[in-house]
């Protein structure tokens, strides 16, 4: 039991708790659905009428439109991404945003070191019976964050999940909450188109039944989800769990059964997707969401055997270089969890890393495979790690490989289109 009193004199309004931040504080709000929309929004009405400035607020992942990362709350605050949806993407490009640039799995260390942490924004469950509020779609930062900030200030919703396996907090950890019923933002992916479809059966046929999987975000993983379907014992251990993976336990495909670590349980560090997802994981005993320092780890991935990671790229070069983040010098997303997939599938006994995207950007006019990267690309995955690459044209197997040898099967992938060109340019440089 807990004191009813004490939680009802800590309620309050989303206005309220906004004006309980002070100038010059360092805030945060975790990733995707976890971000409180209705405390963000109030934050950024101060801001918008100068009653707040100077305060940094640090985010991962926006999935809704969120009013503090319009240009006009830029008054006040300076958002800061740790990784971007479009609107935190379009708020870096525009210089209103600062990034910080890291893998995922290292976000926990960072924050922890941060110098100061004034304040956490949470979205949340309805507060239970005990009083605590559970995260129900996010492992992902909160373990650090509730430890390391000054206030939490909650935002409790009943359409946030609540689960055995995710994060929670009681409200005498809690300095303020307020009550919302918002539903969760729904995530689709992309429409799959043709391209899509004959990458995903080309890394399809390279998974064996009983293999550990992990599906990155967009149109191919989620391709890739629905030819798994006939698969059998499939493993789940990601950094996203998505409607594929829900699909994959429905059907029977995956039962976690033969898994070395965490056997029976899927392990993601954050979810999101459709209302079905969000109601599947109310109360689910099956689904972990863990720090992204474990779920992220390679060294815990490559425990696993016959570990499958796929995951997406804007762009790779004849060295093997994978950028997947950025457009030339226009930000994008982030680094994410990639790397950490990509170096614990190949430890992992018989595991394999997927970088896998459609041959051609812009309509066909633009080879996505370059003889360089475009200028001020960030490399996402270095060629010393990348395992394989997909297009609609095949696969091209680069670990192990020789420089000539990696150039002339990512050749033999690319577009017919820019064959030629590619041929061109990598005989001048003497890399045939």
């Not at 949806?85 to 924050?111: H, L, T, W």
Request: glycine content about 8%; some cysteine.
């Amino acid at each position: 039991m807990f004191d009813v009193k004490e939680a009802e004199q800590k309620r309050r309004s989303p206005a309220e708790i906004a004006m309980m931040v002070q100038d010059g504080w360092e805030c945060f709000s975790d990733i995707a659905a976890v971000i409180p929309p209705e405390i963000t929004d109030a934050l950024a009405d101060r801001a918008i009428n100068g009653e707040v400035k100077g305060v940094r607020w640090g985010s991962i992942l926006d999935i809704e439109p969120l009013r503090i990362l319009s240009k006009e709350a830029s008054r006040g605050i300076t958002p800061v991404s740790w990784f971007s949806g479009k609107q935190f993407a379009a708020a870096v490009n525009e210089g209103r945003a600062d990034i910080m640039p890291c893998s995922y799995k290292d976000m926990p260390e960072y924050a922890a070191g941060l110098e100061k942490l004034d304040a956490i924004f949470i979205r949340t469950s309805s507060m239970d019976s005990e009083g605590f509020f559970h995260v129900g779609t996010a492992g992902s930062l909160m373990e650090v964050l509730i430890k390391k900030a000054e206030h939490i200030f909650v935002e409790a919703d009943p359409h946030m999940p609540s689960h055995e396996g995710c994060p929670k907090l009681h409200i005498s950890e809690v300095d303020a909450y307020c009550e919302s019923d918002r539903e969760l933002p729904e995530v689709h992916s992309a429409a799959t188109d043709e391209a899509s479809k004959r990458i995903a059966e080309i890394i399809a046929d390279q998974i064996p039944d009983r293999a550990t999987v992990q599906l990155g975000i967009g149109a191919i993983p989620e391709a890739c989800g629905k030819l798994l379907r006939d698969k059998k014992e499939l493993g789940i251990h990601t950094e996203l769990f998505s409607d594929s993976y829900m699909e994959l336990i429905e059907c029977g495909a995956a039962t976690n059964a033969f898994k070395e670590e965490y056997t029976g349980k899927s392990v993601a560090t954050v979810a999101f997707g459709s209302k079905k997802l969000y109601s599947f994981l109310e109360g689910n005993l099956d689904v972990l969401m863990l720090p992204v320092n474990v779920t992220n780890d390679p060294y815990l991935i490559a425990k696993h055997k016959n570990f499958i990671s796929i995951n997406g790229a804007l762009e790779v070069d004849l060295f093997g270089q994978v950028c997947a983040e950025s457009l030339g010098t226009r930000h994008v997303s982030g680094s994410g969890g990639q790397g950490d997939f990509v170096r614990g599938a190949v430890m992992s006994e018989g595991g394999k890393s997927f970088i896998a995207f459609p041959s051609t950007a812009a309509k066909g006019t633009l080879s996505r495979i370059k003889p360089l990267l475009s200028e001020g690309a960030v490399v996402t995955t270095g060629k010393n790690d990348v395992d394989m690459i997909v297009t609609e044209y095949g696969l091209a197997k680069l670990r192990g490989k020789t420089l000539s040898q990696r150039v002339k099967a990512l050749i033999s992938i690319a577009h017919p289109d820019f064959r030629d060109e590619l041929i061109f340019y990598a005989k001048q440089r003497g890399m045939i």
